[in-house]
């Protein structure tokens, strides 16, 4: 069993599956809400080491998805800076796991927490794709 620490958007339904796959694979998930967590630019970039920055960006976020911000024409400083302000514009979930740290549940070290299968589908997109987005959290 590994501690995981689950930087989630509270009442994202693809951050419930994500916690209960964890959760499943024998792992103790402590929830935290991204969106009120004290970030400083250094303690959020940690998460993003060694991905190109239009990574960074969550693209369900409603600014991405209208085009008004465009991840890919966005320089490492400046993204961080937006997300500092905005933190529905962060990839989600963060994770922290055995000394690592990733945004995304595509990446180490959350791939290594998994048991894949065959019957493991799709566990970053958004499970509302073409539905109105979230309602915020309280």
Known sequence: MTAVVFYEKP???????????????GHDVEARNLLTEPWTGERLRAYFAGTPVWSWFNPASPRVKSGEIEPEAIE???????????????????IEAGGQCCAGFDREPVLSLLQRDDGLDDVQSCTRPEASPCPEPR
């Open 76 to 94: 490492a400083v400046a993204a961080i800076d937006l997300m500092l302000e905005d933190p529905l514009l962060i990839r989600r979930p963060l």
């Open 11 to 25: 009442g994202c339904g693809t951050n419930a599956r994500q916690k209960l796959l964890l959760t499943r694979a």
